[in-house]
Nanobody, 125 residues
Framework: QVQLVESGGGSVQAGGSLRLSCTASRETLSSTYMGWFRQTPGKDREGVAVITPDGKTRYADSVKGRFTLSQDNAVNTLYLQMNSLKLEDTAMYYC???????????????????WGQGTQVSVSS
């Protein structure tokens, strides 16, 4: 089973930027649905941004225009560029992958079977 390792989290002031990375243990990006999810204590894990094997993307309304997905197949890595960060973006961010996802359920965390360990993003005023 593929393993996912996230990195790039940290603390930043509101309005700042961070880039998260998710590296897969083996070649997978071109054949796998992958995405970023986030979770705060006491809340369900919510979809942030996902990409299909053929490169289609979906973003949560709350991050559209601020967050951008990209990938580098040569190093099996998915990136999430986060700009104009807000206090409400503070969360643990997780990378997820699965072989087959209904397009209309791409942002639903329960559809994904493989998860990374998470990386914390903290935005302060």
């Amino acid at each position: 089973q593929v393993q996912l390792v996230e990195s790039g989290g940290g603390s930043v002031q509101a309005g700042g930027s961070l880039r998260l990375s998710c590296t897969a243990s083996r070649e997978t990006l071109s054949s796998t649905y992958m995405g970023w999810f986030r979770q705060t204590p006491g809340k369900d894990r919510e979809g942030v941004a996902v990409i299909t094997p053929d490169g289609k993307t979906r973003y949560a309304d709350s991050v559209k225009g601020r967050f951008t997905l990209s990938q580098d197949n040569a190093v099996n890595t998915l990136y999430l560029q986060m700009n104009s960060l807000k206090l409400e973006d503070t969360a643990m961010y997780y990378c997820a992958a699965d072989r087959s996802i209904n397009f209309w359920l791409l942002l639903r965390s329960t559809e994904y079977t493989t998860w990374g360990q998470g990386t914390q993003v903290s935005v302060s005023s």
